[in-house]
C-alpha cells in the first residue's frame, strides 16, 4: 500500500553558542493510511522535534515532509484544517463550557457552506465519537484529564482532518484512561481512515499501534510492528531495549541506513484530502465577539477592578484639585481687575502664577497618567493570556486580523467609559473650562493609543506577566520623558517626544483651555511647548493604527513563536 506520510531525509539542526546541535540526523519514513503509528524513545532522542516537524511548526534543516503527495508547509497555508496537531495539554478557555468551546470551534473551522443541520449533525457524531456528550454543559476546568484529552480531540477532529499528529497525549493519564484513550486512537485510525501519529512514554499499551517508530539519539532505530521491534533486538519488552541503549554503547554508524519504508516523490492520486479551508475573517469575526463578550462578563474579577478604577481614579484628581482651585479662580480674578504697580505686587504674581501653573499642569497630567495606567491594565494581558488557544486557532486557520480587531474594539469601548468619565467628573466637580467634547477626544485618544500599544506589547510577550510588566515600565516613562513635569533638554525631547502618548495627550487638554486664564498662566509660567490641539490628535492617531497593525503582526508570529 502506498504512504500517506512520507519523510525524506529529515534533519533538523539548532544553533547553540558557537556550535549547531542535531536534534534529527536522516529519518526516512512512511506511514500508510488509516494507521495508527507510537513513536517512542528516551527523552531527548528527538521525539516531539520530529512530531513538529511533521506538523510544520518547526522547519528543517533539510530534507522533506510530503502529506498525500503535498508539502506540509503547502496544506498548512491552503488548507490548515488537513492536518490535526496536539500537544500534551489542550488549551481551551477555562471559563467557558465544554459545548462552547467546540460551538465556538466549529464556527471558526466549518465553513461558511456547512451550515444549519449539517453542521448540527457533524458536532452530534463528532462528540459522541469523542464520548463527551454528557459533558457540553459543565465548564472547561471542571473536566478530569482524560476528559481534557478527548475533548482536544474532539475540537480538532472538527476539521475533519485526513492526519492526527499527537506529542505526548496520553501521558500522565491514569493506567485505564490510557488503555481507553489507546484502543480510542486505533479504531480512530481503523474505522475513519485517518493516519494517527502518537509521541508517548507509556509504553504499556503499544501493542494498539500498527507500527512503532523508535528513536535514538535522533536516529530512526527501528520502524515496524511491536512484536518486531523487540524481536529485532532481543528483548522481551520495551523497558528492556530502553536499557539496552542505555547501559551499552550502540554503533550509531549502523543507523544511519534509512528505516522505513522508501520514500516516492510521485503524489499519489488515490490518496486525496478532503480538508475544506476554514471561513475568512469577517466570518469569524461575529463568532469571536459573541466569544469575547461572553469572557468579559464571566470574569467577575477584572470587572470589580475595571470598576473600581473608572471610580477612583477621577477622585483623586478631585481631591488634588480642591485646595488649589479656589485660589486660581480667585487669583483670576484679581488679575482681570487689578493693575500691579509695585515690584512687590509683580513678585508676588509671578509666585502665584508659579503656583497655579504647577497645579492646572499637574492635574491635566495627572488625569493623564492615571488614564495610561488604565489603558494598560485594558491591553497588556489581552493577547499573552490567551497565548496558547491563540496558537492552536492560528495552525487551525484563525484570522489574525479578525482576531486583533475583535480585541481593539472591546478595548476602545472601555477607554470611550474611560475617558468620558474622567472629563466628565472632573469638570463637573473641578470646575475647569473648555469644551467637555474635546477634553474626552483627546483623553479617549491618549487611553486608546496606550491600550492599543500594550496590546502589540501583549502580542510580543511569551506571558501575561512579562506583559503587565512592560505595560507598567512603559506607563512610567510617561511622566518624566513627557516634559511636562521635568524640563528635559532640546535633543532629548526631540527625540522622546513622538512616541510619549502621555505628552500628546497633556497638550491636547490644556489647548482646551486656550481661551482662558488657565492656558495664560500654564504658557507663561512653563518652558515646554504644548502642542496644537489637532497635531496631538493626529499623533496620537498614528500611536494607533502603528500599534494596531503591529499587534496583527505580531499575532500572525505567535504560530511560529509557540513551537520555539
Given at each position: 500500500m502506498a504512504s500517506a506520510i512520507r519523510v525524506h531525509n529529515l534533519s533538523?539542526?539548532?544553533?547553540?553558542?558557537?556550535?549547531?546541535?542535531?536534534?534529527?540526523?536522516?529519518?526516512?519514513?512512511?506511514?500508510?493510511?488509516?494507521?495508527?503509528?507510537?513513536?517512542?524513545?528516551?527523552?531527548?532522542?528527538g521525539k516531539s522535534t520530529l512530531i513538529k516537524s511533521m506538523a510544520g511548526l518547526i522547519e528543517p534543516s533539510a530534507g522533506q515532509i510530503l502529506f498525500a503527495g503535498q508539502s506540509v508547509q503547502d496544506l498548512n497555508d491552503h488548507l490548515p484544517l488537513a492536518v490535526g496537531y496536539l500537544p500534551q495539554f489542550g488549551a481551551f478557555h477555562e471559563k467557558l463550557t465544554v459545548g462552547e468551546n467546540l460551538s465556538t470551534a466549529s464556527a471558526l473551522r466549518l465553513p461558511r457552506k456547512v451550515t444549519g443541520e449539517r453542521r448540527q449533525a457533524w458536532m452530534h457524531h463528532i462528540t459522541e465519537l469523542a464520548r463527551i456528550d454528557p459533558l457540553l454543559p459543565q465548564e472547561y476546568r471542571t473536566l478530569s484529564g482524560g476528559q481534557m484529552r478527548r475533548m482536544a480531540l474532539a475540537e480538532e477532529l472538527i476539521g475533519d482532518p485526513a492526519f492526527l499528529l499527537l506529542d505526548e497525549l496520553t501521558s500522565g493519564l491514569d493506567?485505564?484512561?490510557?488503555?481507553?484513550?489507546?484502543?480510542?486512537?486505533?479504531?480512530?485510525?481503523?474505522?475513519?481512515?485517518?493516519t494517527v501519529v502518537l509521541v508517548t512514554h507509556a509504553t504499556n499499551n503499544l501493542h494498539y499501534c500498527d507500527a512503532i517508530m523508535f528513536l535514538h539519539k535522533g536516529r530512526l532505530v527501528h520502524f515496524g510492528d511491536y512484536?518486531?521491534?523487540?524481536?529485532?533486538h532481543g528483548v522481551s519488552s520495551?523497558?528492556?531495549?530502553?536499557?539496552?541503549?542505555?547501559?551499552?554503547?550502540?554503533?550509531?554508524?549502523?543507523?544511519?541506513?534509512?528505516?522505513?519504508?522508501?520514500?516516492?516523490?510521485?503524489?499519489?492520486?488515490?490518496?486525496?484530502?478532503?480538508?475544506?479551508?476554514?471561513?475568512?475573517?469577517?466570518?469569524?469575526?461575529?463568532?469571536?465577539l459573541a466569544r469575547q463578550a461572553k469572557l468579559?462578563?464571566?470574569?467577575?474579577?477584572?470587572?470589580?477592578?475595571?470598576?473600581?478604577?473608572?471610580?477612583?481614579?477621577?477622585?483623586?484628581?478631585?481631591?488634588?484639585?480642591?485646595?488649589?482651585?479656589?485660589?486660581?479662580?480667585?487669583?483670576?480674578?484679581?488679575?482681570?481687575?487689578?493693575?500691579?504697580?509695585?515690584?512687590?505686587?509683580?513678585?508676588?504674581?509671578?509666585?502665584?502664577?508659579?503656583?497655579?501653573a504647577s497645579l492646572i499642569s499637574g492635574l491635566a497630567m495627572f488625569q493623564v497618567i492615571l488614564l495610561t495606567l488604565i489603558g494598560a491594565n485594558n491591553g497588556a494581558r489581552e493577547i499573552a493570556k490567551?497565548?496558547?488557544?491563540?496558537?492552536?486557532?492560528?495552525?487551525?486557520?484563525?484570522?489574525?486580523t479578525a482576531y486583533v480587531l475583535v480585541k481593539f474594539l472591546q478595548i476602545a469601548l472601555l477607554c470611550a467609559v474611560q475617558a468620558f468619565w474622567m472629563a466628565w467628573f472632573v469638570k463637573t466637580v473641578c470646575g475647569f473650562p473648555g469644551n467637555l467634547w474635546d477634553q474626552f477626544t483627546i483623553l479617549f485618544a491618549t487611553t486608546l493609543a496606550m491600550s492599543t500599544t500594550c496590546l502589540a506589547i501583549s502580542a510580543a510577550s511569551p506571558s501575561p506577566e512579562r506583559?503587565?510588566?512592560?505595560?507598567?515600565?512603559?506607563?512610567?516613562?510617561?511622566?518624566?520623558?513627557?516634559?511636562?513635569?521635568?524640563?528635559?533638554?532640546?535633543?532629548?525631547?526631540?527625540i522622546c517626544r513622538p512616541f510619549i502618548a502621555a505628552y500628546w495627550g497633556w497638550s491636547g487638554y490644556l489647548q482646551t483651555f486656550q481661551d482662558t486664564r488657565y492656558f495664560d498662566i500654564v504658557r507663561q509660567s512653563r518652558e515646554t511647548w504644548i502642542a496644537p490641539y489637532p497635531l496631538g490628535m493626529a499623533v496620537l492617531g498614528l500611536h494607533i493604527l502603528v500599534a494596531l497593525v503591529a499587534s496583527v503582526f505580531l499575532t500572525s508570529a505567535i504560530k511560529r513563536r509557540a513551537s520555539e
Open positions: 533538523v539542526a539548532v544553533r547553540e553558542k558557537s556550535h549547531a546541535k542535531t536534534l534529527l540526523s536522516n529519518v526516512n519514513l512512511g506511514v500508510e493510511r488509516g494507521k495508527f503509528v507510537a513513536v517512542i524513545g528516551a527523552s531527548g532522542c493506567p485505564f484512561s490510557e488503555l481507553e484513550m489507546m484502543a480510542w486512537l486505533r479504531d480512530l485510525a481503523h474505522d475513519m481512515a485517518k512484536q518486531s521491534l523487540l524481536d529485532s520495551i523497558a528492556e531495549l530502553f536499557g539496552l541503549y542505555q547501559t551499552q554503547d550502540v554503533d550509531m554508524s549502523a543507523l544511519d541506513v534509512p528505516v522505513g519504508e522508501p520514500a516516492n516523490d510521485a503524489p499519489d492520486d488515490a490518496l486525496t484530502i478532503k480538508s475544506m479551508p476554514p471561513p475568512g475573517g469577517w466570518v469569524q469575526m461575529p463568532t469571536l468579559f462578563w464571566r470574569d467577575k474579577g477584572q470587572i470589580i477592578l475595571h470598576v473600581a478604577l473608572i471610580l477612583t481614579f477621577p477622585i483623586l484628581v478631585a481631591v488634588f484639585a480642591t485646595s488649589g482651585l479656589p485660589q486660581v479662580r480667585s487669583q483670576t480674578l484679581s488679575l482681570e481687575t487689578n493693575i500691579l504697580r509695585t515690584l512687590q505686587d509683580q513678585l508676588f504674581y509671578l509666585k502665584e502664577s508659579f503656583q497655579a490567551e497565548r496558547g488557544i491563540l496558537a492552536k486557532e492560528l495552525r487551525a486557520g484563525l484570522s489574525p506583559a503587565s510588566l512592560l505595560a507598567i515600565y512603559l506607563v512610567g516613562f510617561q511622566l518624566p520623558l513627557s516634559g511636562a513635569a521635568l524640563a528635559l533638554p532640546d535633543w532629548l525631547s526631540t
